[in-house]
């Protein structure tokens, strides 16, 4: 077998294994009482952000292949997108293990390493613009729950809000007015242009804006949370678990939005979360590669 074909395997078996391992933390009884306790609407509506998310991420790829001068469908896109990240959230260390499962697809369509690592390359960028921007939003709408678990001052942090969003405004100048390609071996990177540099600053808020409305649904089962405090949350156990590369966040997510949303039993929300944002898309995500794979196969 081809090396390429043992990275598929290889994504298929630790994705059980991890999906094992989450749901062997929790007893069914808690599961089953957790989802119990979720009122349906409030369980049907995160479920539905979460779809929205996920459909939100196959525009990372299909952006990403634009600026990789690949005009491929947005059905193959959508394919190798959903598939990766539904394996590379559970699996840590996304950039790679998704990267992986992507050249996996994307090879098959005329792709090659430069190609798919641009690709690769654009939506991590993507997905910076999108925590910059949503928690510059949140840090200065919402300071006060990032000044108490950080400890700064609220002087501090809303100047840490204005300086992610001057840092994407940054980027957007450069996308406009930076012509000139960067050379790095034998490999060539040029920013966007200022268009695509703008949908990959919407797509990448909204994604995150949507996470966390996943999230707040979760919450608001069992408490009156506003969104904004679940945002500013999420934002900052989002980029506490991009800096740790802890597989889906675990921990990480738990332990920062009990202590920025206290006063409430939320293991209960956070468990439903998990549950409905990596657990339910993994299964899928892996049917779609042993599916994919036995189409290959065949052909």
């Excluded at 804006?209 to 969104?227: E, S």
């Excluded at 740790?244 to 675990?250: C, K, M, Q, S």
Aim: overall charge positive; charged content about 10%; aromatic content about 10%.
């Amino acid at each position: 077998m081809r090396w390429t074909t043992w990275i598929a395997l290889a994504a298929v078996i630790l994705a059980g294994t991890l999906l094992y391992r989450t749901l062997s933390g929790y007893s069914l009884d808690e599961i089953v009482s957790s989802i119990r306790s979720v009122p349906a609407a409030r369980l049907g509506a995160a479920a539905a952000f979460m779809a929205a998310s996920y459909l939100t991420l196959t525009l990372f790829d299909y952006l990403g292949l634009r600026y990789a001068g690949h005009r491929l469908p947005w059905r193959r896109a959508a394919l190798a997108s959903f598939t990766a990240l539904s394996l590379g959230h559970s699996i840590g260390f996304a950039g790679i293990s998704s990267g992986a499962i992507r050249y996996r697809f994307y090879a098959r369509w005329g792709l090659n390493v430069e190609d798919v690592a641009k690709v690769v390359l654009f939506s991590g960028l993507t997905v910076a613009l999108g925590l910059m921007s949503l928690g510059g939003i949140a840090l200065l709408i919402h300071p006060g729950g990032a000044a108490e678990l950080t400890g700064l001052a609220s002087a501090t942090v809303l100047a840490a809000g204005l300086g992610l969003l001057l840092l994407v405004a940054g980027y957007l100048a450069a996308s406009a007015f930076v012509t000139r390609p960067l050379t790095i071996r034998t490999w060539t990177f040029r920013m966007p242009a200022l268009k695509l540099a703008l949908a990959q600053v919407g797509v990448g808020a909204l994604n995150f804006a949507l996470v966390a409305a996943c999230l707040h649904q979760a919450i608001a089962g069992f408490a009156a949370v506003p969104y904004m405090s679940v945002a500013t949350a999420y934002v900052t156990a989002n980029t506490a678990a991009l800096m740790a590369h802890v597989p889906g966040g675990l921990g990480v997510i738990e332990a920062t939005v009990l202590h920025m949303i206290p006063g409430a039993n939320l293991i209960g929300a956070v468990l439903i979360f998990r549950f409905v944002y990596f657990l339910v898309p993994l299964p899928i995500g892996v049917a779609s590669l042993v599916a994919s794979e036995y189409l290959v196969r065949r052909r």
